[in-house]
């Protein structure tokens, strides 16, 4: 595959942009090549600027559930930004958006917009902050709820009650009120609720892992979460920036059937425009300005056109039963995967649930962020590179999902499930 147009490109990339990215993942550094610069996308491919096409496992990390370039969507853009892009006020399309997500998520009884994951996460956090009057926030180790300062810690190896920052810039003074516990391991979460007794504001989650590569939460598991933090006089916060509008219409709540205090969300809802929103109780959301102390703004936020675009992409799900489709297309690779690399179950575990799917190069099984640390990222990276020379375009590291979408077609799957099989041959 000729990559002589990306090749230069990111020459040209790296001298006005750290990195030559604007987001580290796409760098390809954790497999030790050069990125793919990306011209266009369509449906369930996408394709660089070497004319180069592939078959898109990225879907923008999430995003895309109805596959790239959706003309209902593209539509709805457009009619939007022909009446203006951003007016500091509030439009309709807010209130219908806002009414939306309050019908598939009955737990987000009242609901802010802002323009990102990072964004709704660090709100979120501010508001359990401000509405407990206590400091102390509950991580688990290899959930990512992204790069706001306080949620860019992990504990320090064996000591879960020390909160190393994990980037440079943060300081201890904010990471030491971060508290980092173990996925799946309600005991560890009981210690610090022991050791911060009557000082923990809340605890954030993703109810299904999908930073550390797919990881689920096994049965009960979430459900002890939410009582014990009760008891102790928390907030649970739900991230469902990836899972929301994916696992089912109202998000991994929905499919599981639980009910946290304060949701996040971002990604789907937005289309694959720059969008966020945290809501949840009446009384916890009341507590923002201008209603009550807990301050929350935004320039932007509500902005119409990415609005146009969430709703839009909200009303094509339902419409097509998207979230079935993509489940389908997942379930119908999972399972000729599994059949074809029976051979290989005591190296590789695959993970999935609904339209996620992580192949992991460990055996036995992967439940939390220890589990997926002994992934054997030489494999991964051989892996990595095969797969994108014979066209799929997986996201560059082992700690990632397969995103899949109500578009990838069932010969998208027949050709994945040959590459992956090749690839694995050859590597194991
Ligand atoms: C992507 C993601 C975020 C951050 O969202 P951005 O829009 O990238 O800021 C937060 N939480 C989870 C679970 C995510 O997957």
């Known amino acids: ?60 990390y999430g995003p895309m559930i109805l596959g790239h370039s ?32 309050n019908r598939h ?17 660090m709100s979120a956090i501010r508001l359990a902050r401000g509405y407990t009057k206590r400091d102390k926030i509950i991580k688990f180790e290899g959930c990512y709820h992204g790069h706001s300062d306080s949620m860019l810690v992990k504990a320090g190896s064996g000591a879960l009650t020390t909160s190393v920052p994990s980037s440079s810039g943060v300081t201890e003074c904010l990471s030491k009120d971060t508290l980092v516990a173990n996925y799946n391991d309600i005991e560890s979460v009981k210690n610090l609720f022991l050791k911060n007794r009557g000082g923990v504001a809340g605890i954030i989650i993703e109810p299904v892992a999908a930073n550390m590569g797919v990881v689920l939460p096994e049965e009960g598991f979430l459900k002890d979460l939410i009582d014990l933090t009760h008891e102790n006089g928390g907030l649970i916060i739900f991230d469902e920036v990836i899972t929301g509008f994916r696992l089912s219409l109202g998000g991994a709540q929905g499919l599981f059937n639980l009910k946290p205090d304060i949701t996040c969300l971002g990604k789907i809802i937005g289309g694959g425009l720059p969008i966020g929103a945290f809501g949840g109780r009446k009384d916890i959301m009341e507590y923002l300005s201008p209603l009550g102390p807990v301050y929350h703004a935004g320039t932007l936020s509500g902005n119409p056109i990415c609005v146009a675009a969430g709703i839009a992409t909200i009303k094509a799900i339902e419409e097509d039963n998207a979230i079935s489709k993509a489940n389908e297309a997942a379930n119908y690779l999972i399972k ?13 575990t695959i993970n999935s649930i609904s339209s996620l799917i992580t192949i992991f190069f460990k055996c036995g099984g992967v439940y939390n962020f220890s589990d997926v640390m002994k992934s054997d990222i030489n494999h991964f990276k051989k892996f990595f590179g095969i797969v994108l ?12 999902a397969m995103f ?21 041959k050859e590597i194991l």
């Open 105 to 121: 998520f009955p737990s987000v009884e009242m609901v802010r917009l802002v323009n990102s994951g990072t964004e709704a996460v």
């Open 336 to 348: 000729s995967l599994r059949d074809e690399l029976k051979n290989f179950d005591d190296k590789i």
């Open 389 to 400: 020379n014979e066209g799929l375009f997986i996201a560059p590291s082992q700690y990632e």
């Open 70 to 101: 959706d003309k209902r969507v593209i539509k709805a853009i457009t009619d939007a930004s022909a009446n203006g892009f951003s007016f500091g006020a509030t439009t309709e399309g807010e209130i219908e958006l806002a009414g939306l997500i």
């Open 1 to 60: 595959m000729n990559r002589n147009n990306s090749l230069n490109a990111v020459k040209l990339a790296e001298t006005v942009m750290p990195g030559g990215v604007n987001s580290p993942v796409r760098a390809f550094k954790s497999v030790g090549l050069s990125p793919v610069v990306i011209k266009r996308a369509e449906e369930s491919k996408i394709f660089d600027i070497d004319g180069n096409e592939y078959i898109d496992y990225v879907m923008s």
């Open 404 to 424: 899949l979408s109500s578009k990838h077609t069932q010969a998208d799957m027949d050709k994945t499930a040959f590459i992956i099989k090749k690839a694995i």
